[in-house]
């Protein structure tokens, strides 16, 4: 189910949610509630590979390096705003909406292929795909069933 739920919100992109990219898809709120129950489910405990530790190291190194620049940048030029944006509130947008998004991804994704076996992935992979073509047809042969989502788009 987990799977299927990461599989969804990573299809279904550019959907009228807010006005800010990564807002506009599903994956910005299905991943942190998946977390959080995989959380309440594991009674708190995080299984953390090689690899997730190296992703959590990159994220925090980033995080560090890019407040290091943002000090050398703001007091070489004496101003934290770029195009009327405080580049401190956007790091934090940043960070919060890529990399951590990423990373908690990236963790759910590995509780799922430890607990699903490869027939079960490929099933579902291809659900998805007959499904994106079912979706492609009916747009190709008929594009105003589906443009309901295009009309309640945000965009000014």
Known sequence: ???????????????PILDKTVTRSLMF????????????LRNFRVYLTKNLKIFILYAIYTLTSSLVILMLFV?????????QKNLLVKLFESFFS?????????????????HLNIDRIKVLVLATFLF???VGFVEYFNPNIISIFQLLSFKR
């Open 98 to 114: 890529l990399i951590l998004l990423h990373l908690i991804v990236y963790y759910l994704l590995i509780i799922v292929f430890k």
């Open 75 to 83: 007091f070489l030029t004496g101003e934290p705003y770029v195009y």
């Open 29 to 40: 709120i299905i991943a942190p509630v998946l977390f959080i129950v995989s959380l309440l």
């Open 132 to 134: 994106l073509t079912v």
């Open 1 to 15: 189910m987990m799977f299927l739920l990461l599989t969804i919100g990573t299809v279904f992109t550019d959907l």
